[in-house]
């Protein structure tokens, strides 16, 4: 089979402006329903008396609920298909990030975080099966890049809506507001998402059988391993040296996420709006930085480990800067903080368009579910928690901005280390060949 040019823009054009849009909007609000109680975090503390290790908690609570579902993600997404469930997610955390504003205590609002995590837990996974069915692996860095332009957009768009909100009404009106989006989506969802390649009119008889094609050589191409039940995965040390990776990497983009707000208000000199904008912006520079890490690793043959190390130990020793800032000269820690965000989420789409490309999809989707779950219940639980405890220890934040440096570093330094059982040998045999050639050039 002649394989097709990533960049060939012909092929299946509309699945870009059908189903790209409907992940990115999906995921968007998603995002945003879990990252806009960095905003009503100050305001809820003040109002529910709350210590900082009590909002780091807060911030925490998600992922406790998130882990449950994750894990399970997997089973649910091949049991119903990925399309039915991420619909269905839609409807169940909409109406979890809205009751959330009807919290009265410290409990509840755990409670309801919790839930709200139960909900989005699924999504993930599902999204991974969903696009690895509808792009073949040469552009799928692509799909997974613009699919994870989410999280930064919904981080970005968080901060100043949802700043303009409270300079309106309070934290509770907030919350009911920005989890409406979800409910009204859902219908939109079923409209844009076919079930299936198979039944997507708006592709030509060629198109769809061409991707069908390529998706089935590129299954066919894991022989034997296919058949492989799915725990298998835990056989590959990549897949532990990943989880491992992108949970250190998650406690500084989770940490940060939470509570760069209460840093920015911290200086005692900048209006709701403004850490609202500020917030907001390193996001706006991730979006760049997943677009243009996504092609980049496509267009060096879909290199994804690299890709992805390299940028996550260069956000770390940012963060290491920024915490060295004198106070006095806190526009240039805001300036280093929106800096952070280029490199800040190069590696999430390179890490799971790998593994949707080291294992059959029968495999690869638990895997996406496992590592996905766990390193971001470690990035969700620990990095709000870290800051909140090394806050409690010192008078401002930069212990907790050097530890956040120091896992991101690790993370990065961890994800190089994740070759694959198959890359090893491979990199064996290679060198064995070239000791072969030396030898027999000094014989010469």
Request: aromatic residues 12%; glycine residues 10%; contains cysteine.
């Amino acid at each position: 089979m002649t394989h097709v040019n990533p960049f060939h823009a012909g092929l299946g054009a509309k699945r870009w402006q059908m189903i790209m849009p409907a992940v990115l909007i999906m995921y968007t609000i998603s995002f945003f329903d879990r990252a806009n109680i960095a905003m009503a975090l100050p305001y809820m503390s003040k109002e529910l008396g709350l210590s900082p290790v009590e909002a780091g908690w807060i911030g925490g609570a998600f992922a406790w609920g998130y882990v449950i579902t994750q894990l399970l993600a997997a089973v649910l997404a091949l049991r119903f298909g990925s399309r039915k469930l991420i619909g269905c997610c839609l409807f169940l955390f909409g109406g979890a990030a809205i009751t959330t504003g009807f919290a009265r205590t410290f409990e509840e609002v755990m409670a309801m975080r919790f839930i709200l995590g139960l909900a989005e837990g699924p999504i993930y996974a599902a999204v991974s099966m969903l696009l690895a069915q509808w792009f073949i692996k040469s552009e799928r860095g692509r799909a997974f890049g613009i699919w994870n332009l989410a999280v930064p957009l919904g981080g970005f768009l968080a901060g100043p809506i949802s700043g303009a909100i409270l300079a309106q009404y309070d934290w509770r009106w907030m919350l009911i507001i920005e989890g409406l989006p979800a409910w009204l989506f859902c219908v939109f969802w079923f409209v844009m998402v076919p079930k299936n390649l198979q039944v997507a009119t708006w592709l030509s008889d060629a198109d769809r059988e061409t991707i069908a094609g390529e998706l089935a050589a590129e299954q066919k191409s894991h022989g034997d391993t296919q058949r492989d039940p799915w725990w298998k995965i835990f056989n590959e040390p990549a897949v532990w040296l990943l989880t491992l990776g992108f949970g250190l990497s998650s406690i500084l983009l989770y940490g940060t996420t939470l509570w760069l707000p209460t840093i920015l208000k911290s200086y005692n000199s900048l209006n709701e709006v403004t850490v609202g904008i500020l917030s907001g912006a390193p996001f706006l520079l991730t979006m760049l930085g997943v677009w243009y890490i996504t092609r980049r690793s496509d267009r060096h043959n879909q290199e994804r480990r690299l890709h992805a190390a390299i940028p996550t130990i260069i956000t770390g020793l940012i963060m290491i800067a920024a915490a060295y800032v004198p106070a006095n000269l806190y526009w240039l820690q805001i300036g280093l903080f929106i800096a952070m965000g280029f490199p800040l989420k190069m590696l999430t789409p390179l890490v799971f368009a790998r593994i949707t490309e080291i294992l059959p999809l029968s495999k690869a989707i638990p895997a996406v579910a496992f590592v996905s779950g766990v390193g971001t219940f470690v990035g969700q639980s620990v990095g709000p928690l870290l800051v909140g405890y090394t806050r409690a220890l010192s008078t401002d934040f930069r212990l907790s901005l050097l530890a956040l440096g120091g896992c991101a570093i690790a993370g990065g330094v961890v994800i190089l280390m994740s070759k694959t059982s198959a890359e090893k040998k491979a990199a064996r045999l290679r060198g064995v060949d070239k000791s072969r050639l030396v030898q027999k050039a000094s014989q010469h």
